[in-house]
């Protein structure tokens, strides 16, 4: 049976099922057997006829109600619950949830009772609240385990694995899905099994681990075609041409182990080339699917996803052309988030063509679709292209103002995962100390009045003169002592209070530029500052991320900082400026924040410093049995903007292409090699040997002429 055939038998079959049980409601009585049929009813239009569907879902409470037949007005509530769900009200949806599994608490049935505390997870996932969704599913799923049903097992795991995703909890989310995927392949469900690969192929994609990601996503594609259910193939067909792209255009590995990966010959064509074509054959066979199944939304995506490839090709023509049959798509469907897909990849394309206003048009058009949806990612990205693309028209006023905005916009996401995983300890925190204050306050109160009870018993006993001596020589004394201790507490708080200030200061002298933390510090703000001639040069480990999984993080913060610490003091040496550190990445730059006419030299020579150090220590790690670190060099001399971003936490930051050139220079260099530019090589070429390697390729700057610097470690 055909993919079209096959929807139309489906929907056919929907509605004559819901035909079948509207013929049975006409006979049917009012009992028991009439609230299931009017539960099965609902579900069956709950999508196509919504309003009928309510009213039948209400009868059917009613009736329940009058008979008393709690499971079945359990399952009316539940139903409810899925309508409101599908009609995006989640406050009723919500309501409706909580009431079918009151009624399940009240009958006892744990089956029922996990079923709605999985309904409610998935209610509160969809609805972007983790926290909660987590919570439910693993109620859920500790009931599943002591009913042994392992199906259900394997899908709450999956479920709580998505959750874990969602917020970053990669390893803890992996678990959770061999633990689904082992039920899964033992029993035999392979659509389970599709889906779990599937996921696991979205998270080590999510990591930029593109190999890996293939190799699930390939036994998730396997087994769609095994099954030949249309959409299912579609998406996965779809997901494995994502991951291919993005091996290919992204990966470390060479292009021509794409091909080995995929068990194919290398063509004598470009490998950039084949491997594009490769992508674009698998999503030419997810539109045919698409196609087939009247799918305009699947249709759009795969317009844009093609578009995208495209766009790395350089075939600006053919990717703006399905973008606008996406657009149209998409705008039709009214769907914000693929609209602000396609106006990303467009104005990406128009940006490339050099068409600057037109692709700030549509950076635009994106970015108030986002602010409307309230759609952070989409809002990040579009602050970014906006510094971008106004710094490729000239105007590094409001690039730079962009650019400040993406950092601290960045940032606060960054923070915001830390504020949720802490709140709810927060909260419980603060439970416990409000009530532990109200127990020593009740407690201080009692004993303050057995205190004033005694005294005042003392005070009659005694003669009035005698306490009236006393109580003026208590005060006295009590008020000489309180005077010096005042006079002390006032002067130490006046030594913390300066210790503080000096220590601040320290701080950011430490952070910032001496001149520049000055500045900040007279003014309150720093005036960015542009650079005709800095060099800038970008340092970054081999395969850290294979290494860094498999260490402790105490032990890998470690090993990083000893490296680390080696880059800051040769950097110091040399008279140049450390930026950042980006993960296993270190960023510096000479000529800034003064001037002067040696800096390509000066970061050259640091360059060779840092790798003969480097080399030096793995030695002695190597010896040690410890992890060994190879690391990459890029350096490219040009102008810069510099500036201070933030105004709760400083950091003192370069712009410009000056920039992203250098980066792309240490992506495109080799494990203990110093890749530099051209116009750096000219700067040092009558100082430092250098052999030239060609223009090479490098993301989003075409080709570009590439020297490697020659070094030896023996070398004073």
């Known amino acids: 049976m055909s993919a079209l055939l096959w929807l139309c038998a489906a929907a056919l079959t929907a509605q004559t099922a819901a035909d079948s049980l509207a013929r049975l409601l006409q006979r049917a009585p009012a009992d028991t057997n009439r609230v299931l049929l009017l539960v099965d009813y609902a579900w069956e239009i709950n999508e196509t006829q919504p309003h009928q569907a309510e009213r039948s879902l209400r009868e059917a409470i009613a009736l329940a109600q009058r008979l008393g037949y709690l499971r079945g007005e359990a399952k009316a509530w539940n139903g409810l619950g899925v309508l409101e769900e599908i009609r995006q009200n989640k406050n009723a949806a919500q309501q409706h949830y909580l009431k079918a599994l009151q009624l399940r608490q009240q009958l006892g049935d744990k089956a029922e009772i996990a079923s709605s505390l999985n309904n409610l997870g998935v209610l509160y996932e969809n609805f972007g609240q983790p926290d909660s969704a987590l919570a439910y599913h693993k109620q859920s799923l500790a009931i599943l385990e002591t009913l042994r049903d392992t199906l259900r097992i394997a899908r709450a795991r999956f479920n709580i694995a998505a959750v874990l995703q969602e917020s970053g909890d990669y390893t803890e989310a992996r678990s959770q899905l061999y633990e689904a995927r082992a039920i899964l392949e033992q029993i035999g469900d392979r659509d389970g099994m599709a889906k779990v690969y599937a996921q696991l192929g979205h998270i080590y994609l999510e990591l930029d681990r593109y190999r890996e990601a293939l190799r699930w996503y390939r036994q998730a594609l396997d087994l769609r075609q095994q099954l030949g259910e249309p959409q299912g193939l579609a998406m996965a067909l779809s997901d494995y041409a994502n991951a291919l792209d993005e091996y290919q255009a992204r990966g470390t590995d060479s292009l021509t182990d794409v091909f080995a990966l995929l068990e194919r010959p290398t063509p004598r064509r470009t490998a950039e080339t084949?491997?594009?074509?490769?992508?674009?054959?698998?999503?030419?066979?997810?539109?045919?699917?698409?196609?087939?199944?009247?799918?305009?939304?699947?249709?759009?995506?795969?317009?844009?996803?093609?578009?995208?490839?495209?766009?790395?090709?350089?075939?600006?023509?053919?990717?703006?052309?399905?973008?606008?049959?996406?657009?149209?798509?998409?705008?039709?469907?009214?769907?914000?988030?693929?609209?602000?897909?396609?106006?990303?990849?467009?104005?990406?394309?128009?940006?490339?063509?050099?068409?600057?206003?037109?692709?700030?048009?549509?950076?635009?058009?994106?970015?108030?679709?986002?602010?409307?949806?309230?759609?952070?990612?989409?809002?990040?990205?579009?602050?970014?292209?906006?510094?971008?693309?106004?710094?490729?028209?000239?105007?590094?006023?409001?690039?730079?103002?962009?650019?400040?905005?993406?950092?601290?916009?960045?940032?606060?996401?960054?923070?915001?995962?830390?504020?949720?995983?802490?709140?709810?300890?927060?909260?419980?925190?603060?439970?416990?100390?409000?009530?532990?204050?109200?127990?020593?306050?009740?407690?201080?109160?009692?004993?303050?009045?057995?205190?004033?009870?005694?005294?005042?018993?003392?005070?009659?006993?005694?003669?009035?003169?005698?306490?009236?001596l006393l109580v003026l020589a208590a005060l006295l004394y009590s008020r000489n002592r309180l005077r010096a201790r005042t006079n002390r507490e006032l002067a130490a708080k006046n030594a913390v209070i300066e210790r503080e200030r000096q220590r601040a200061d320290d701080l950011l002298t430490n952070i910032l530029p001496a001149a520049t933390a000055a500045e900040l510090k007279a003014h309150?703000?720093?005036?960015?500052?542009?650079?005709?001639?800095?060099?800038?040069?970008?340092?970054?480990?081999?395969?850290?991320?294979?290494?860094?999984?498999?260490?402790?993080?105490?032990?890998?913060?470690?090993?990083?900082?000893?490296?680390?610490?080696?880059?800051?003091?040769?950097?110091?040496?040399?008279?140049?400026?450390?930026?950042?550190?980006?993960?296993?990445?270190?960023?510096?730059?000479?000529?800034?924040?003064?001037?002067?006419?040696?800096?390509?030299?000066?970061?050259?020579?640091?360059?060779?410093?840092?790798?003969?150090?480097?080399?030096?220590?793995?030695?002695?790690?190597?010896?040690?049995?410890?992890?060994?670190?190879?690391?990459?060099?890029?350096?490219?001399?040009?102008?810069?903007?510099?500036?201070?971003?933030?105004?709760?936490?400083?950091?003192?930051?370069?712009?410009?292409?000056?920039?992203?050139?250098?980066?792309?220079?240490?992506?495109?260099?080799?494990?203990?090699?110093?890749?530099?530019?051209?116009t750096t090589y000219q700067a040092v070429k009558d100082l430092l040997p250098c052999t030239y390697r060609g223009r090479l390729s490098a993301k989003n700057k075409g080709e570009v002429a590439m020297y490697f610097v020659e070094y030896t470690c023996d070398e004073p």
């Not at 766009?311 to 609209?339: F, H, M, N, S, V």
């Open 274 to 468: 084949q491997s594009a074509d490769t992508v674009l054959h698998y999503y030419q066979r997810a539109l045919q699917l698409w196609n087939q199944l009247d799918n305009a939304a699947g249709k759009a995506q795969v317009f844009t996803n093609m578009a995208d490839v495209y766009k790395r090709l350089g075939q600006y023509a053919t990717g703006l052309a399905l973008l606008q049959q996406a657009e149209a798509i998409a705008l039709d469907l009214e769907d914000p988030l693929l609209l602000m897909e396609i106006y990303n990849v467009q104005s990406d394309i128009y940006d490339r063509m050099g068409q600057h206003a037109r692709s700030l048009g549509y950076v635009k058009k994106y970015y108030a679709l986002a602010r409307e949806t309230k759609n952070q990612k989409f809002v990040q990205s579009a602050l970014k292209d906006f510094s971008e693309v106004y710094s490729a028209m000239g105007d590094y006023a409001r690039a730079y103002a962009y650019r400040v905005k993406y950092d601290e916009f960045r940032y606060a996401r960054l923070r915001e995962k830390e504020r949720s995983d802490f709140a709810r300890k927060e909260v419980l925190y603060e439970a416990e100390r409000r009530e532990r204050l109200l127990k020593e306050q009740e407690t201080a109160l009692k004993l303050q009045a057995a205190e004033l009870a005694r005294s005042r018993l003392e005070l009659y006993a005694s003669l009035a003169g005698v306490i009236a």
């Open 524 to 678: 309150n703000r720093v005036k960015p500052v542009r650079y005709d001639s800095v060099t800038v040069m970008f340092t970054d480990f081999k395969g850290f991320t294979l290494i860094a999984e498999n260490l402790p993080s105490e032990v890998l913060i470690a090993e990083l900082d000893e490296c680390f610490t080696l880059f800051d003091d040769i950097v110091r040496q040399h008279g140049l400026e450390k930026i950042k550190t980006i993960g296993d990445a270190y960023m510096c730059a000479g000529g800034l924040p003064l001037p002067n006419d040696t800096h390509p030299a000066d970061v050259v020579r640091a360059a060779i410093a840092m790798q003969c150090q480097l080399q030096a220590l793995m030695a002695r790690k190597k010896a040690e049995g410890k992890p060994v670190f190879e690391m990459r060099i890029g350096i490219h001399t040009g102008p810069v903007v510099a500036g201070v971003v933030g105004r709760h936490k400083f950091a003192y930051d370069i712009w410009g292409d000056t920039v992203n050139t250098a980066a792309r220079l240490e992506q495109t260099s080799e494990p203990g090699k110093i890749n530099i530019s051209e």
